[in-house]
């Protein structure tokens, strides 16, 4: 759609389409080369996602008494990042699946406890 839409960039768009539907093609023809990319790619983010957790939590501790829940979801989370990467492959597909779930349980939490508070603070 780029392509057509954006005149001055369209051989770029165009080229990023055919590169995409190339690596669609593959990543059908091989999935478990695809799995495996994907499993080293989210131990990436997740260490990525720890890191900018960690720095979140320094930031917010002038105004936050609650900052060290957010500094320890972002340790564990690099430690999943961590762990993730030095799984065996067939251990991954389990692994990637509870991390995740790990994951989004401590963004729901740190979520919840912040809601609260922001409560609080809009009761004073």
């Known amino acids: ?3 057509v839409l954006d005149r001055r960039w369209r051989w770029l768009w165009a080229l ?3 590169l995409l539907f190339a690596g669609g093609i593959l ?3 091989h999935p478990h080369n695809t799995f495996a990319a994907f499993a080293d790619i989210l131990g990436f983010v997740f260490l990525v996602i720890g ?3 960690i720095a979140e939590a320094f930031a917010e501790r002038p105004v936050s008494e609650l900052w ?3 500094l320890i979801a972002g340790i564990l989370m690099v430690i999943l990042a961590f762990w993730v990467e030095g799984e065996f492959f067939l251990d991954k597909a389990a692994t990637l699946l509870v991390f995740a779930g790990i994951w989004a349980l401590m963004h729901g939490i740190t979520d919840i406890i912040r809601a609260f508070q922001i409560r609080r603070y809009a009761a004073d």
């Open 1 to 3: 759609m780029l392509a």
């Open 16 to 18: 990023f389409a055919v």
């Open 27 to 29: 990543a059908f023809i």
């Open 51 to 53: 890191a900018f957790w």
């Open 68 to 70: 060290w829940l957010t």
